[in-house]
């Protein structure tokens, strides 16, 4: 089976950009939503303040019996003048038997009460399982500065790098791929933040960075290959080498794309709460940057170099060889 990519590129791109249309329109809904004020929900990790969570001690008799119902929750929290709180269920052996509380830097009391008044509601929580975490916001911006720059310093590596290899036009199309990737990576999250709560936190960066390493190192291979085959036959239309060498390592890059999902599957599955997040977004990036690699910044070469050096069109070749 050979792949032909350069025919259908149209609708490449047209659904890479309605992915990326979908998640821009929800970074600009999430930061004027009054309870997120970003493009992506952030987690204390960038915006200080107190995260609390309470999970209820089943091994008491009849503790567990009904399930928490999060508007009592809410209500429990706006007497104690805390309204404004993010509020979240948790799961604990399959069933909704947790609390996350996201709100502002609360003193030892203010903790102590909250967690009294929602002992009498909805029941006694396992001290064993119960966090109290708090960040400032000091540290907060400090981590998001950090994790800015060091994806602005990859991208200017990886274009340096990219340059020097092959040639400019490559190292423009893979950086176009890269931030491709990015942006339906952070859109997707910022998409799962607006419906479901879900929040980014330090790894969320790191995670980032991860998926840039992947993606260029699989367009690496493609356009490696690209030029040893132009170099072999400089004659032949650019869509058509290109295409070769898309059906040459495709087989490698589903192998290579489909080890690492098995593999971050399993941490999303088994891998705790800690690493949900983080393997969530290593899976939405690494199978856009396969796709990536693929379908945008190959044909994004070939409609450079029609246009702009005088390569055959591979229509016309082979309506001569016909």
Wanted: proline share 3%; with cysteine.
């Amino acid at each position: 089976m050979r792949l032909d990519i350069n025919k259908a590129r149209g609708t490449w791109w047209t659904i890479s950009a309605a992915i990326i249309l979908s998640g821009i329109i929800s970074m600009v809904i999430s930061s004027f939503n009054p309870s997120i004020k970003a493009p992506l929900r952030p987690s204390l990790d960038f915006i200080g303040g107190t995260r609390l969570q309470f999970v209820r001690d089943c091994e008491k008799p009849g503790n567990c019996d009904q399930p928490i119902d999060i508007n009592v929750v809410r209500e429990v929290a706006k007497s104690q003048g805390l309204g404004d709180s993010s509020i979240q269920l948790i799961s604990e052996n399959g069933k909704e038997n947790g609390i996350t509380i996201r709100t502002k830097n609360l003193e030892t009391e203010q903790r102590s009460n909250l967690q009294t008044a929602l002992t009498e509601k909805i029941g006694v929580f396992d001290p064993k399982k119960n966090q109290d975490d708090s960040v400032g916001a000091t540290l907060g911006k400090e981590l998001f500065t950090s994790g800015v720059l060091a994806l602005i310093v990859s991208f200017v590596g990886i274009t340096i790098y990219m340059a020097f290899r092959f040639q400019w036009d490559y190292a423009v199309f893979a950086i176009v791929a890269l931030f491709h990737d990015i942006l339906i990576t952070t859109g997707v999250f910022s998409i799962l933040g607006l419906v479901f709560g879900v929040e980014v936190d330090s790894l969320f960066i790191v995670a980032l960075l991860t998926i840039t390493g992947f993606s260029v190192n699989d367009t690496v291979v493609i356009y490696d290959r690209i030029r040893e085959t132009i170099k072999l036959h400089p004659e032949q239309p650019i869509a058509h080498v290109v295409d070769d060498a898309v059906n040459q390592t495709l087989s490698r890059s589903i192998n290579t794309t489909l080890t690492v999902l098995l593999t971050l599957s399993a941490i999303f599955l088994f891998g705790g709460e800690t690493l949900h997040n983080f393997s969530l977004a290593l899976i939405v990036g690494f199978t856009m940057g396969a796709y990536s690699s693929i379908f945008i910044a190959s044909t994004l070469l070939i409609w450079w170099r029609e246009r702009s050096e005088n390569y055959p069109v591979e229509n016309a070749v082979s309506s001569q060889n016909s």
